[in-house]
């Protein structure tokens, strides 16, 4: 689909109503939905009915916002009040939120078009959107390939123009790999920029929202109106949300880029490494100075993640017991029955095996040899990143270590998918702005994607290196061909 | 069993609580819900406090207020930094299946509370009982099982989550008690503390004080702890009492008889007055602790600290030392008068205007609360003003009335209220002191009375109380009696 800015035009020129903007989504949804799957649920009556209110507004001569008729894709864990919100699992499958998250909120607030719920992997946990419980999202620039994960419904769709943006939830990689996989801007704030209110908890501590785009500027505009700090969460932070937009210029002079020794190396697909290197090149190229920074304690991140994410998590998916709403199952003999087997049938593989590694890893005895060491190596990271911020503004890496993989190909081996989000996940533990712009391809036509990483709410350095490269590359106007 | 008796002496009891206390806060502890006691069920209820997938907990600022100002009053340290934590365990009345509370670092620490306890001769003794800690939480809905009073042997439960997140400060306390009299009077010392902090209302029946025990004997002179026993479901302080000593005789008793005390938790049963067996105690129960990462550290800055302290009332102990002190009060007089932080402050309105304190003590403790008892009243609720009380006890002081008269026209104060000396004017109550209008009765008495007053004069003096009788009658109770003695005994003895 068009930018906001090319949009926003049309509407306030009212040579496109936001009846036709949003039929142009529903129709694009329509064509490419048997193939990619990347909607659990379309709310086209939803949607018509709020462009309907946004041409009433328009015919009215109020003055609209940026976002106001733009079609959006959210992701399944965002609570929308009157709307199923099933973090594609089954144990949800038919929860009907009685309130909305301050995200959405924000958004419908500004006019924002709601075209569907997207799919993810249960309970964002993945890396694939393979856990999912109800469909397998396909990438849409190879359908053989997973879109990656876990928002990688919200991914798909955007990369598709299925809508113009789309929201998406982070917490160890889930919006950038995506982003990277797919082909698109996708970003995740500092921690607590962006309110969670409303925003089904995997593992609260490292959880943020974020926007997906086509292009830097849009995300940069969308990011905008969902930052903020909102009362209703305790860890949001009250700052001043500033028009995001003004960063985006395209001179990269005195600009200082550190490039993460340690995220070059063994693992990495040497053509990722290739077009990773070229990309650091541009910058160079773009007045860049580049420095290699080493953050030693970098490597240490998975494994002190796959401690913490799955100790938060095996506490906040224990309310899904079948007592209050979500599924339980019929006839059980007695509590204790009834909660096993609600909880054996509605959730998947995978959020199983994080439940039992987070209750095991916190169990008496063992707290302290995993937790709180996890917790200590968290700190380490967080000290890696602060050393490398006093010598340089931001901070790049490859966003993932290879390009979309085959659908089914790594879900027997949880440990290397798990590697897939390496060089996102120390950006979550030390709760920094990280976002993923498209810089290449591999030689099967598979995006790749540019991490770049800001000191804290330094989104502004992150957005302007970010709109600089994209300025002077042509990446993000390639189109996947879906037939 | 009858040779248990004089080895008894030979064992101590080791007496702690765990005491549980709502706060009187408006709203819950994390969110926006009344936490009001007896709404319908499930109706002052939130998706935060029904654990709604994706709702995050804020705290209320006036339940930090209220532990911090509990923890000031039990003369704990506060902690300036403190974080709440997440106690897992599955159970229907908890929406999350995991209690926002506190581990190890919680609000208030090492405190103590003075308690008094006065004997039959009225000789008061007291004690310190150390507080180990004082930490906020979140209280649970409650069940109601069907066919069961208890979840086993159920066909069916119901969950109220009226109560989920209603906020709790848990307070326990050293093992600093030996007897079942001092664990009710620490109970009740510290609800007393609460209520004059204003920050709980401690009805026990209602559940908004609840009170664990934890009680093991051993023989005087042991060091080492015996086995400790946790007793649970006392619903009043002379509950805890009786509980209490129900269980130091039965441990007692067991293991005179060789027997081992089990470490388990026992309910106590208010019909049959014993203790039974609940569930023994397998190992710690394994919470799985963990900081609680939807809420920052709770840091609490010198300046508010300092204003919470100026704000703390006069606490129950200062007061009863202050009435002792400065009104001569009895130590047990002190006690009755300061139980209630309502009735001290009618006392001590009363004594502002002027009222002999002894005697506002005594008509307070004595025709008032009889009359409170009775009509099922609080002092608070009654017609007559502290003013009133000591324009009464001074109209007594000054001769105007009997205490006879008063004590007949409180009623009528207490439900009509008014000025108690208009009362007694327009009822004509006031006492006849004047020589001329006594001897007018008097005279008339005698005249009326021949018979007696000749028998009288032949020696049975013992009719004087006859006559003065007579005089009373007469004036309608408002003779003044001493006068009136001096003057019939005048006029009988010419």
């Known amino acids: 689909m068009a930018s906001i800015r090319t949009l926003h035009q049309q509407l306030v ?17 329509q064509a490419v939905e048997p193939q990619l799957h990347s909607f659990l649920q379309v709310t086209a009556d939803h949607a018509l009915a709020q462009a309907k209110q946004v041409d009433d507004r328009i015919a009215a001569g109020e003055d609209i916002g940026w976002l106001t008729g733009i079609p959006i894709g959210i992701k399944d864990n965002l609570c929308t009040q009157g709307i199923r919100t099933t973090c594609a699992s089954r144990i949800l499958e038919n929860f009907v939120p009685p309130y909305e998250s301050t995200v959405t909120a924000k958004l419908a607030e500004a006019g924002m078009v709601m075209v569907g719920k997207t799919n993810m992997d249960e309970f964002a946990m993945g890396g694939s959107t393979e856990t999912s419980a109800f469909q397998l999202t396909a990438n849409p620039w190879n359908t053989s390939r997973v879109p990656g994960g876990s928002s990688g419904g919200s991914a798909a769709a955007v990369a598709a123009g299925e809508c113009t943006v789309s929201l998406g939830s982070d917490t160890g990689g889930s919006i950038r790999q995506p982003a990277s996989f797919c082909g698109i801007v996708g970003m995740k704030p500092t921690y607590g920029l962006v309110s969670r209110y409303g925003l089904v908890a995997f593992a609260s501590s490292l959880d943020q929202i974020g926007p997906f785009a086509r292009s830097v500027e849009d995300a940069a505009i969308l990011l905008g109106a969902i930052a903020g700090y909102d009362p209703k969460d305790s860890t949001s932070l009250k700052v001043a949300v500033p028009d995001y937009t003004r960063f985006l210029t395209p001179d990269l002079k005195g600009k200082k880029v550190g490039v993460i020794r340690e995220t070059f190396g063994e693992g990495l697909d040497p053509e990722v490494e290739k077009v990773v290197q070229q990309a650091i090149a541009q910058l160079k190229a773009l007045g860049a100075e580049i420095r290699e920074i080493s953050c030693p304690r970098f490597r240490y991140g998975i494994a002190a993640y796959y401690i913490i994410a799955p100790s938060e998590a095996s506490a906040n998916l224990a309310r899904y017991d079948g007592v209050k709403y979500g599924a339980r199952v019929a006839n059980a003999d007695n509590l204790l029955e009834m909660y096993k087997r609600t909880r054996a049938e509605g959730f998947g593989a995978e959020v199983k095996r994080r439940i039992m590694i987070g209750t095991y890893v916190l169990s008496a005895g063992y707290y302290d040899a995993y937790y709180l060491k996890a917790q200590k190596v968290r700190t380490l990271i967080k000290q890696d990143f602060e050393q490398a911020f006093e010598q340089v503004d931001v901070l790049v890496s490859p966003t993932a270590p290879t390009t979309a993989f085959e659908l089914g190909g790594k879900t027997t081996d949880p440990l290397s998918m798990y590697l897939v989000d390496l060089m996102t996940i120390p950006v979550n533990l030390a709760g920094l702005p990280g976002l993923s712009v498209p810089c290449g391809f591999d030689s099967q036509g598979l995006p790749i994607g540019l991490q770049i990483i800001g000191n804290v709410l330094r989104e502004d350095q992150v957005l302007q290196v970010a709109y600089a490269y994209e300025q002077a590359t042509e990446w993000h106007k390639q189109d996947p061909q879906l037939t | 069993m009858t040779t248990v008796a004089p080895v008894k002496t030979q064992y101590e009891a080791i007496i702690g609580l765990e005491t549980h206390c709502q ?33 995050l907990p804020v705290l209320n600022q006036k339940v930090l207020e209220y532990a911090v100002k509990a923890g000031l009053a039990l003369n704990c340290e506060i902690a300036r930094y403190s974080k709440f934590d997440r106690k897992q365990y599955f159970y229907p009345d908890l929406p999350k299946n995991y209690q926002i509370s506190q581990y190890d670092l919680p609000i208030a620490e090492h405190g103590w509370l003075e308690i008094e306890l006065v004997d039959k001769q009225g000789n008061a003794t007291r004690k310190r009982i150390g507080i180990t800690r004082l930490h906020m939480e979140e ?165 508010q600290l300092e204003q919470w302290q100026l704000e703390l009332p006069e606490l129950p102990h200062q007061k009863r030392q202050r009435y002792e002190q400065d009104f001569g009060l009895s130590p047990y007089d002190a006690r009755v008068l300061t139980d209630d932080r309502n009735m001290a402050a009618y006392f001590e309105a009363a004594i502002a205007t002027q009222a002999n304190p002894k005697q506002a003590a005594n008509w307070l403790m004595g025709d008032i609360s009889g009359y409170l008892n009775n009509e099922k009243l609080s002092i608070t609720e009654i017609a007559l003003k502290p003013e009133t009380l000591a324009e009464l006890i001074g109209l007594i002081e000054n001769s105007t009335i009997s205490s006879k008269i008063a004590k007949d026209i409180l009623p009528e104060l207490l439900t009509q209220g008014g000025s108690a000396r208009e009362l007694v004017e327009r009822k004509g109550l006031i006492q006849i002191s004047d020589t001329g209008a006594l001897e007018a009765i008097i005279d008339q008495v005698i005249a009326d009375n021949p018979k007696e007053l000749e028998q009288y004069r032949n020696g049975k003096t013992k009719l004087l109380g006859f006559f003065v009788g007579q005089v009373m009658k007469q004036s309608g109770g408002r003779a003044d009696p001493k006068q009136t003695n001096q003057l019939l005994a005048k006029k009988l003895n010419p």
């Open chain 1, 13 to 29: 020129k009212k040579e496109r109503s936001a009846i036709e903007i949003t039929q142009e989504a529903l129709e694009r949804i």
């Open chain 2, 23 to 55: 706060l009187s806060t408006q709203t819950k502890i994390f969110s926006s819900s009344s936490a009001e006691f007896g709404a319908p069920p499930n109706t002052n209820i939130d998706p935060i406090c029904m654990g709604l997938p994706g709702v």
């Open chain 2, 139 to 303: 209280d649970a809905g409650k069940l109601v099982h069907g066919g069961s009073d208890r979840l086993s042997g159920s066909t069916y439960s119901l969950v109220d989550y009226n109560r989920a997140g209603v906020p709790l400060v848990e307070i326990v306390s050293e093992p600093d008690m030996r007897s079942g009299q001092e664990a009710a009077e620490y109970a009740q010392e510290l609800r007393r503390v609460m209520r004059y902090l204003g920050v709980s209302d401690g009805n026990m029946q209602e559940g908004s004080l609840r009170c664990d025990v934890n009680i093991s004997v051993r023989p005087v002179g042991q060091k080492e702890f015996g086995t400790k026993v946790e007793i649970k479901n006392m619903n009043s302080f002379s509950a805890i009492q009786r509980a209490i000593e129900y269980e130091i005789e039965r441990q007692i008793q067991a293991i005179e008889a060789g027997e081992k005390i089990i470490q388990e938790t026992r309910l106590w049963e208010e019909g049959a007055q014993r203790t039974i067996s609940m569930r023994v105690k397998e190992g710690s129960s394994d919470y799985r602790y963990f900081p609680e990462p939807d809420l920052g550290p709770i840091e609490v800055s010198t300046e």
